[in-house]
């Protein structure tokens, strides 16, 4: 079945450092989107990518869908603390779907 | 955030005791959601309800059991657990159906011993 990959696993990021997250899937996606979950909370939504190739930012978070709409990355410049947290990204599956990446976990050395 | 409320919050429970969670969405959506998310795993959607209708069941165990009474309302029935069935159990809403954007709720952190 159609799958979602995310890597990193999880990263480790001096506070200041920049942090990227990728997303990859198997098959291409009509859309993707992004959540964050932080510790001990639930998953938020951040945001919805539609068109190929298309970049939304959100303050210091930049999201990016590739061209060929198999591919998104999340970048976020001068990580603070409040960015530690689980960030996932989930597309639409072959059975029309959400499918969820395993996600990438953020921490943030102060 | 309090489009999604679920309860209870915590709960431990025995393999034999029987217990339910309760989902509510005050966001006037049509579908709601049951996921789980266990350690290290990517969450895994268990059950889907559209205008109260179960149109998705991804081959869960019998021993859960899934009530829609109403747009607003989801129930996840619970009876006979496994220990391996332990994880955050979280509902989430959404407009219309699957590939819509989910608002999840806090999630249900179920200890089975």
């Known amino acids: 079945g159609q799958q979602v990959m995310q890597i990193p696993q999880y990263q480790h990021v001096q506070e200041g450092e920049d942090f990227t997250t990728y997303c990859n899937s198997s098959?291409?996606?009509?859309?993707i989107q992004w959540y964050k979950q932080r510790p001990g909370g639930h998953p938020v939504f951040l945001i919805q990518?539609?068109?190929?190739?298309e970049v939304k930012k959100q303050k210091r978070l930049t999201f990016q869908f590739g061209e060929a709409k198999k591919n998104s990355s999340l970048h976020i410049t001068a990580t603070q603390t409040t960015d530690v947290g689980t960030y996932f990204c989930?597309?639409?599956?072959?059975?029309?779907?959400?499918?969820f990446g395993a996600g990438t976990i953020l921490r943030v050395k102060s | 955030e309090t489009g999604v409320t679920q309860t209870p919050r915590h709960l431990v429970m025995g393999m034999t005791n029987k217990k339910s969670l309760k989902c509510e969405q005050h966001?006037?959506?049509?579908?709601m959601y049951w996921y789980k998310q266990s350690a290290k795993k990517p969450l895994e959607l268990m059950f889907v309800?559209?205008?109260?209708?179960?149109?998705e069941n991804n081959s869960v165990p019998s021993r859960f059991s899934p009530e829609c009474p109403n747009s607003s309302h989801l129930f996840l029935h619970l009876h006979t657990l496994q220990p391996e069935d332990s994880a955050l159990y979280l509902c989430?809403?959404?407009?219309?159906?699957?590939?819509?954007?989910?608002?999840f709720g806090p999630g249900t952190r179920l200890t089975v011993l």
């Open positions: 989430a809403s959404s407009q219309d159906g699957h590939l819509s954007t989910q608002y």
């Open positions: 098959t291409t996606l009509s859309n």
């Open positions: 990518l539609v068109k190929s190739g």
């Open positions: 989930a597309g639409p599956s072959d059975g029309n779907k959400l499918v």
């Open positions: 966001l006037g959506h049509n579908a």
């Open positions: 309800y559209s205008l109260e209708e179960r149109v």
